[in-house]
Nanobody, 124 residues
């Protein structure tokens, strides 16, 4: 069993930066892929970024276009999502998720464990 806790969300203005964190307990992060997803009101949950067990990164380029960076600290069992140049359309609840395999995936159904989410609100 893996427990995930997101933190670092908040209310910011357009153009600001924010870093959200995903801390795991109950198991080691190292062998697994971790993804960040987000869900805005009335929309489906969408993939934002992922990092595989070897540190390789995948981004939803259409959404983040070089503004977001995912990283992981296996020593502290934490994955980060650095978000720069935030836009109002980035407003959503951000979730991290663990896939019990080394490769990332765009599909929510490929992830076994989810955090409770952290709200990010970007005002214009």
């Amino acid at each position: 069993q893996v427990q995930l806790v997101e933190s670092g969300g908040g209310l910011v203005q357009a153009g600001d930066s924010l870093r959200v964190s995903c801390a795991a307990s109950g198991h080691f992060f190292r062998p697994y892929a971790v993804g960040w997803f987000r869900q805005a009101p009335g929309k489906e949950r969408e993939f934002v970024a992922g990092i595989n067990s070897l540190g390789g990164r995948t981004y939803n380029v259409d959404s983040v276009k070089g503004r977001f960076t995912i990283s992981r600290d296996n020593t502290n069992n934490t994955v980060y999502l650095q978000m720069n140049s935030l836009k109002p359309e980035d407003t959503a609840v951000y979730y991290c998720a663990v896939r019990m395999g080394g490769a990332t995936s765009y599909s929510t159904t490929d992830y076994s464990y989810w955090g409770q989410g952290t709200q990010v609100t970007v005002s214009s």
